[in-house]
């Protein structure tokens, strides 16, 4: 179209202040639509980390933050629970299976998850998806482990390597397990789940390295287990034989006499944690849709101040036969196209932030980003910036309309 090939001429005519100004409109994007994406990615990589699972039992904490270190190891645990705690309430009549977990220490800053082969067989992530093995199988034994998917591609692990465990959960760590490394002996497929992220160990392994008496390896398979079982853990998971029995246990583990525990349900703490983080995301996006909205009004003082810099185009256009209208709407498909630019530049930029940052992300936070971001409510999005770009036009639109017309009826004098 000839409007076109005009708007894209006057444009890169006056390219240093147009790549300005779409810049910073591609900058206002890039922050609304990663402040959106990575907002949706999060709750989606926080729902479907853990399934199935009907009760969440630890000592009595938030149970946000006993949601947050028992499930997505963020955080760290205020107390433990005993033993004895744990093996009452698992006995219970109404509890179908229990996953007993201890955290603390780690590799490399990858933290380690003491736990039992009822790990690899009831835990669900998902739509209830089980965990699957890419290689070998889970531990057998004690001073065995089993590492997540993303964990051994960032660290070049692969079956029967031998790695150490440090107490702690820092990445660079002062007191070192070194006389006990664990053989791994499987490696989980990926779940995008920080179990990608996990070290899985028997329980056994995690009291046997924290005993001051060596159990030597040729040991390993005559030693007695009952006699290193923990005397703490520091959370476990329930399943229940009906759903219909849920607050009944709950209210027997929050009632238990011998010490303070809390039993909450994963889905009702995901839905106060998303409460909490409800008016903080709200005012990120607010300030996100104020920044857009700036870079906008900067596009639209930007063609107003061109005005008159552009009256010898604008002269030159009506002398050819251009009508008013035809100004008008150069001036609007002007601000279309440089938002256009700037909502593919935008996006580009946003994409190729999460595909160098998506590792890093998953390390650091256990948050599995999609670089995705073409979903609904990005094109919602779209075409709220272009509608926003469109009205705001008006006004220099209307402008130029107006000079264009009074400079052709001088003309016709």
């Known amino acids: 179209m000839m409007i076109l090939k005009v708007a894209l001429a006057s444009l890169l005519n006056r390219k240093l202040t147009v790549l300005l100004t779409t810049l910073t409109i591609a900058v206002s994007v890039f922050v609304l639509l990663g402040v959106e994406h990575i907002r949706l990615e999060a709750r989606q990589s926080f729902t479907k980390t853990v399934s199935g699972v009907d009760l969440i039992v630890g000592p009595r904490t938030g149970q946000i933050n006993l949601l947050l270190y028992s499930v997505f190891r963020i955080g760290s645990p205020s107390n433990n629970i005993s033993w004895q705690s744990y093996q009452a309430i698992a006995s219970h009549p109404h509890v ?49 482990a089993v590492i997540g998917a993303d964990l051994a591609k960032q660290l070049g692990y692969g079956l029967n390597d031998e790695i150490e465990l440090s107490h702690g959960v820092a990445e660079i760590s002062f007191k070192k397990h070194d006389d006990h490394p664990f053989k791994i002996t499987g490696i989980l497929q990926a779940t995008g789940t920080p179990v990608d992220q996990a070290i899985l160990v ?12 060596t159990i030597s390896r040729h040991d390993e398979h005559d030693h007695d287990h009952d006699e290193v079982m923990p005397e703490k853990i520091t959370a476990f998971m329930l399943g229940l034989k009906s759903r ?33 983080m409800s008016m903080l995301e709200k005012i990120l996006t607010l300030i996100a849709l104020l920044v857009l909205l700036a870079s906008l009004l900067g596009m639209v003082t930007m063609l107003l101040s061109s005005m008159f810099q552009r009256s010898r185009e604008i002269a030159v256009l009506r002398a050819i036969g251009a009508h008013a209208s035809f100004i008008f709407l150069l001036v609007e498909i002007e601000a279309l196209l440089m938002t256009l630019m700037g909502v593919v530049i935008g996006s580009v930029l946003l994409v190729l932030s999460l595909l160098f940052s998506q590792d890093w992300i998953s390390t650091q936070y256990g948050l599995f980003i999609d670089i995705n971001i073409f979903n609904e409510t990005a094109l919602m999005y779209f075409a709220a910036i272009f509608v926003i770009s469109s009205v705001l036009a008006l006004l220099p639109g209307v402008v130029a309309y107006r000079y264009s017309l009074a400079h052709g009826l001088s003309q016709r004098q």
């Not at 998850?113 to 089980?130: C, D, L, R, V």
């Not at 009944?248 to 349900?265: C, K, M, S, T, Y």
């Open 96 to 144: 179908a299976w229990h996953i007993p977990v201890i955290l603390g220490d780690s590799h490399k800053g990858y933290r380690v998850t003491g736990t039992t082969e009822a790990y690899f067989e009831k835990f669900k992530y998902g739509k209830k998806q089980s965990l699957q093995f890419a290689a070998g199988n889970r531990f057998q034994d004690v001073y065995q």
């Open 202 to 213: 028997n329980l056994e392994s995690i009291e046997a390295i924290h005993q001051e008496e």
């Open 244 to 276: 219909a029995t849920t607050f009944i246990v709950q209210r027997v583990v929050n009632d238990f006499a011998a010490e303070p525990l809390l039993a909450i349900i994963p889905g009702v703490a995901l839905s106060e944690l998303w409460q909490m």
